[in-house]
Structures are given as C-alpha cells and as structure tokens.
C-alpha cells in the first residue's frame, strides 16, 4: 500500500460520507505553501452548525458570535432602528403639549393677561416644537435604517463568507491532529453537537427579534429591588458582627502599627532635613550607583523647592511601615507557597480576589472594623499591595532548579541550609523584583489612604480634585511620581545604573 493510498483512507475514515470532497480539498491545500483559497459551501451555508458538528470549539464560538451580532443589528433595523425610541418620545411630548395647551387655554379664558396664562402658552409652544423636533428625528432614523440593515447583511455575508474560506483549512489542521493522536472524537461529522448548535442557535435568534419586537418585554432582568434591600441589610448584620466580634484584636494592630508608623515619621520627619537628605543621598550612591544618585538628587530638590519635604516624608513613613508589612508577611507566605502545592492553590484564589476587587471596595470592611486613619489607610495599602510579593516570590522558589537542591542534598546540607544558601539566593531576582512592584502598587494607594485619613502627598492630591485645582495636583502628581522612580531605582540596585 503507497503511501498516498493510505492518505486516502484515513481521509475517508476522517471524513465518512464526505471524503472525496476533503480528498480533493486537502490535495490542493498540500500542493502550496501558505493559504490556498478554497470555497466550503456547507460551512457557508451552516455557519456555527457546520462548527459544531465538526467539533471546531475554538472556531465556533466566535463565528457564532459574529452571527448573533449581525443577526442584532438587522432584527434592530427591521424594528425601525432608533425612529422606535424617537417616535415613542414624540407621542409622550404630543400628549404632554395638548393637555399644557388646554390648560393654557383655560387660563386665557379666565385672564388672559395673568402670569400663569403665558407660562402655560409658552411651555405648550415650547412642547409642540420640541414634539416635531422628535418627529423629525425619528422620521431620520427610519431613513437610516436601510444603511443599518444593509450593514447587517453584510456583517452577515462576510461573516459566513470568512468561515467558508477557512473551513477546509481548519478540517485539514484537525486532520493531522486525528492522525497523531487517533483520536476519534475528532473525526467525521457529530449529527448530536450539530443539533446542540442548532438548538442554540433557534434558541438564541427569537429572543433577539422578541426582545427588538417588542422592547419593554426583555428591557430588564425580572429582579425584585427588595432582594438587593434585604441582602445589603444581612451584609450590614454581619459586618457589625465581625467588628464588634474583633474589635479587642483590631484596637491592637491599630496600636502596633501606630506605634510602627510613629516611630518611622518621626525619624523622617523630626530628624533634621539636610540629616535626612544626605542619608538618602548616601543610600542611592552604595546601593544602585550615581546615575540614581543624581536622579534622587534631582527628586528631593523638586520636593524641597516645591514645598513637598515633609509631605513627603510623611508619605515615605506610610509606604515603608506598609511595605514592611507586605514583607514580613509576604515572602514567607511566598516560600511555603514555592515549596508546597496545596498551600500555593489555596493561597492563589485569596491574591486573585485582592487584586483584582477595586480598592474602594474593602475600603469599606476596612473602615468598618478600624475606623478612619491612617492605620486604615496602611492595612488597606498591605491588602493591595501583598499580592506581587508573594507570586514572585513563590514563581522564585518554584523555578529553583532540582538538580541544585539534589546537589546541596548530596553535600549533607540541611534544611535551613538549603532555604537561606541555596532557595533563598537563587530565588532573589524574582524576590526583589516582587518587591520593587510591592512598593509600586503600595505608592499607588496613597491618593486613596488619603481618603480615610492617611496624609502625605496623597492629601494634596485629593484636594486638587476637590477644587478642580489642575496645578496644584499636577505638581503633586509628579512628586509622588519622582517618589516610586526614586525607591524603585534604589530597590533594583546597581542593575538599574549599569
């Protein structure tokens, strides 16, 4: 048997009923390099059917959606597109100006020269020319709507045409996949998800030329306002639980990170500021090299000039008490995250959910159970800002390779040994550049700590957008913005002047 026969009937047995026609396709699409146009008409026909029963998932879903929305738009046309809308609100206005007009005319009858008589005739006046302004406007939009049907059908045609001159292509990958894998779920055509397609389809197509039919009758979900009343209310029950449950532990952190946060301001703040300038200065050279030395020297003269020193100051104690925190707590939960799988899923889902729910949002369980403060704005900084700490550290302890524990292993090194000579080392780029995002994201939360009572530059900030004042927030802006330049460059280290 040749080697060309044997193609032969793996296609028929791919292929079934239809294996000449994809013997023939897939000869031509294997004679050129690159795409070979070709023309598959049930595909065109079909369309998300013909996907569904040849189980091309990854291209049934979007064609499908395609086909749903020009399907919208020309259910939206035949409706009479927005002239609907137009019209009904030109009906609404014709009633309100002859009920205004009969009343004005009752009120010429009885006097004719009285205030009320003119307000009334103005606003009927008023009402019929705001009445034929709508009845054009919709007479407009019965005009347009043969544009927006022509563009439905053409969204349609392209669509369905942009499937046929892919299909055989998308058969012919499948097909390869089906004889390096043996797969049977992935040969010939399924009458079943054909249906399941179909079904969805003669699902989905009356909803939308119901809803465009008759507008009011799926205008809104059916929901029930108490519902959203009674929930809130529970919600309310339990965070006054919780609170009351938790007040003796959160009055403690309060006081420890108080107490945290004073003793660092005041360093920073009462310390005199040539002092502190000058450490700073010191600490930019040794650690990442004079091109951050000048960049930080550049920086504090901004904020000196400008009026920003102690601001400033007072930030730098919020974002370090925060990002100390974010640290202590981060890189262990980071390290066991990195060694033990279970702990790393359990974990995972907790720094999904602080990420991406909106900082405003647990503002409020925040304020709820420690009050306004600025102990409230560095735990809600910690809870924004953990997240990078802990993924990269965990990424860094993970991607560890094996064959260096083996080799410390082998060497009779302990456990410790391994974590703080081996893990821990070999893990630190991806430590430190958790880190650095660490102190980014926590120096992004200033401007909203500011909102409950945390001061700094943040205040500045928010005050600028109180008043509508563009330079002053312009310029406070930029010195939260030489802020995170400045420690990020000084995180990185040397790195960042090479």
Same mark, same amino acid.
């Given at each position: +048997?040749?080697?060309?026969?044997?193609?032969?009937?793996?296609?028929?047995?791919?292929?079934?009923?239809?294996?000449?026609?994809?013997?023939?396709?897939?000869?031509?699409?294997? *004679?050129?390099?690159?795409?070979?146009?070709?023309?598959?008409?049930?595909?065109?026909?079909?369309?998300?059917?013909?996907?569904?029963?040849?189980?091309?998932?990854?291209?049934?879903?979007?064609?499908? =959606?395609?086909?749903?929305?020009? &399907?919208? &738009?020309? @259910?939206?046309?035949?409706?009479?597109?927005?002239?609907?809308?137009?019209?009904?609100?030109?009906?609404?206005?014709?009633?309100?100006?002859?009920?205004?007009?009969?009343?004005?005319?009752?009120?010429?009858?009885?006097?004719?020269?009285?205030?009320?008589?003119?307000?009334?005739?103005?606003?009927?006046? @008023?009402?019929?020319?705001?009445?034929?302004?709508?009845?054009?406007?919709?007479?407009?939009?019965?005009?347009?709507?043969?544009?927006?049907?022509?563009?439905?059908?053409?969204?349609?045609?392209?669509?369905?045409?942009?499937?046929?001159?892919?299909?055989?292509?998308?058969?012919?990958?499948?097909?390869?996949?089906?004889?390096?894998?043996?797969?049977?779920?992935?040969?010939?055509?399924?009458?079943?998800?054909?249906?399941?397609?179909?079904?969805?389809?003669? #699902?989905?197509?009356?909803?939308?030329?119901?809803?465009?039919? *008759?507008?009011?009758?799926?205008?809104?979900?059916?929901?029930?306002?108490?519902?959203?009343?009674?929930?809130?209310?529970?919600?309310?029950?339990?965070?006054?639980?919780?609170?009351?449950?938790?007040? /003796?532990?959160?009055?403690?952190?309060?006081?420890?990170?108080?107490?945290?946060?004073?003793?660092?301001?005041?360093?920073?703040?009462?310390?005199?500021?040539?002092?502190?300038?000058?450490?700073?200065?010191?600490?930019?050279?040794?650690?990442?090299?004079?091109?951050?030395?000048?960049?930080?020297?550049?920086? #504090?003269?901004?904020?000196?000039?400008?009026?920003?020193?102690?601001?400033?100051?007072?930030?730098?104690?919020?974002?370090?008490?925060?990002?100390?925190?974010?640290?202590?707590?981060?890189?262990?939960?980071? &390290?066991?995250?990195?060694?033990?799988?279970?702990?790393?899923?359990?974990?995972?889902?907790?720094?999904?959910?602080?990420?991406?729910?909106?900082?405003?949002?647990?503002?409020?369980?925040?304020?709820?159970?420690?009050?306004?403060?600025?102990?409230?704005? =560095?735990?809600?900084?910690? #809870?924004?800002?953990?997240?990078?700490?802990?993924?990269?550290?965990?990424?860094?302890?993970?991607?560890?390779? /094996?064959?260096?524990?083996?080799?410390?292993?082998?060497?009779?090194?302990?456990?410790?040994?391994?974590?703080?000579?081996?893990?821990?080392?070999?893990?630190?780029?991806?430590?430190?550049?958790?880190?650095?995002?660490?102190?980014?994201?926590?120096?992004? +939360?200033?401007?909203?700590?500011?909102?409950?009572?945390?001061?700094?530059?943040?205040?500045?900030?928010?005050?600028?957008?109180?008043?509508?004042?563009?330079?002053?927030?312009?310029?406070?802006?930029?010195?939260?913005?030489?802020?995170?330049?400045?420690? *990020?460059?000084?995180?990185?280290?040397?790195?960042? *002047?090479?």
């Amino acid at each position: +048997m040749t080697e060309q026969t044997a193609r032969d009937e793996a296609i028929a047995r791919f292929a079934g009923s239809n294996g000449a026609y994809y013997r023939q396709a897939f000869q031509r699409i294997g *004679d050129r390099r690159g795409y070979t146009p070709s023309v598959n008409a049930a595909a065109v026909l079909l369309g998300p059917i013909w996907l569904g029963g040849r189980r091309l998932w990854s291209a049934f879903w979007p064609f499908l =959606i395609a086909d749903l929305l020009a &399907v919208v &738009v020309i @259910a939206f046309a035949l409706s009479g597109g927005a002239s609907t809308e137009q019209g009904a609100r030109a009906e609404r206005l014709e009633r309100l100006a002859a009920t205004r007009l009969s009343e004005a005319k009752a009120a010429n009858d009885r006097d004719s020269t009285s205030t009320i008589a003119k307000s009334l005739t103005r606003s009927a006046t @008023a009402l019929e020319q705001a009445a034929r302004e709508a009845r054009q406007t919709a007479a407009d939009a019965k005009a347009g709507a043969s544009l927006i049907l022509a563009l439905g059908g053409g969204l349609l045609a392209a669509t369905r045409l942009g499937l046929g001159a892919i299909a055989n292509h998308l058969v012919e990958c499948r097909f390869r996949e089906w004889r390096l894998e043996s797969d049977t779920a992935k040969s010939g055509f399924s009458p079943l998800h054909s249906a399941g397609a179909a079904a969805l389809l003669a #699902i989905l197509i009356p909803i939308i030329a119901l809803h465009f039919s *008759d507008r009011t009758l799926l205008d809104a979900f059916p929901s029930d306002p108490a519902w959203n009343s009674a929930a809130a209310a529970w919600l309310d029950h339990v965070i006054s639980s919780i609170s009351a449950t938790l007040a /003796p532990a959160a009055g403690a952190l309060t006081s420890a990170i108080n107490g945290m946060l004073g003793l660092l301001e005041a360093a920073l703040t009462e310390t005199p500021w040539p002092v502190v300038m000058a450490i700073i200065l010191a600490i930019a050279w040794q650690l990442a090299g004079f091109r951050v030395f000048l960049l930080t020297l550049v920086a #504090i003269s901004y904020l000196a000039i400008l009026g920003y020193w102690e601001k400033s100051m007072q930030t730098v104690a919020l974002l370090g008490t925060a990002v100390l925190i974010s640290i202590a707590i981060g890189i262990p939960l980071g &390290v066991l995250c990195g060694y033990n799988r279970r702990v790393a899923a359990i974990v995972r889902p907790l720094l999904d959910f602080m990420q991406t729910m909106p900082a405003f949002v647990y503002l409020i369980p925040v304020i709820a159970l420690f009050g306004i403060g600025k102990s409230s704005g =560095i735990i809600a900084t910690v #809870i924004f800002g953990i997240p990078p700490v802990v993924r990269l550290t965990a990424l860094g302890i993970a991607s560890v390779p /094996p064959s260096v524990r083996e080799a410390a292993i082998a060497f009779g090194a302990s456990r410790s040994f391994i974590l703080f000579k081996v893990d821990l080392p070999t893990a630190a780029p991806s430590i430190m550049a958790g880190i650095s995002q660490t102190i980014l994201m926590c120096l992004s +939360m200033v401007v909203i700590a500011a909102l409950i009572g945390a001061k700094g530059l943040g205040e500045d900030v928010l005050h600028a957008l109180q008043y509508a004042a563009q330079g002053q927030g312009l310029l406070a802006g930029l010195a939260i913005l030489l802020c995170a330049i400045v420690l *990020d460059r000084m995180v990185q280290g040397r790195r960042a *002047d090479g």
